[in-house]
């Protein structure tokens, strides 16, 4: 069997379906770099780049994105940030911060 005959290890717990993009919309890439950075505890845009291949100007604006919804705390653009989210809280805060893009898209379809 060939390397390429089964799909390749996904460190994401997902199944790889090439056929789709991996974030179909920013909702779905910010909700899951939340999940990436909360479940590790760590932080830093730098690593957040090349864990995902982001180009830089996209990891910056990930990264205010983060520092905006007070996943993590200030600092230097490529320092290490302090993660403000608890495990025990990320399904809480995700639930939330779903249910304030619902409450939006309703007001604008409105």
Request: net charge negative.
């Amino acid at each position: 069997m060939h390397e390429l005959d089964h799909p390749a290890a996904d460190p994401f717990g997902d199944n790889l379906d090439f056929s789709a993009p991996i974030f179909p919309t920013e909702y779905d890439l910010i909700d899951r770099v939340i999940e990436l950075v909360v479940q590790s505890g760590a932080f830093s845009r730098p690593a957040l780049a090349a864990a995902l291949r982001l180009a830089e100007r996209k990891s910056m604006r990930l990264t205010f994105q983060l520092e905006t919804l007070g996943i993590i705390g200030g600092g230097d653009l490529d320092g290490p940030r302090r993660v403000l989210v608890s495990i025990a809280e990320l399904g809480s805060v995700l639930g939330d911060l779903r249910a304030d893009r619902r409450a939006r898209a309703e007001a604008h379809a409105a």
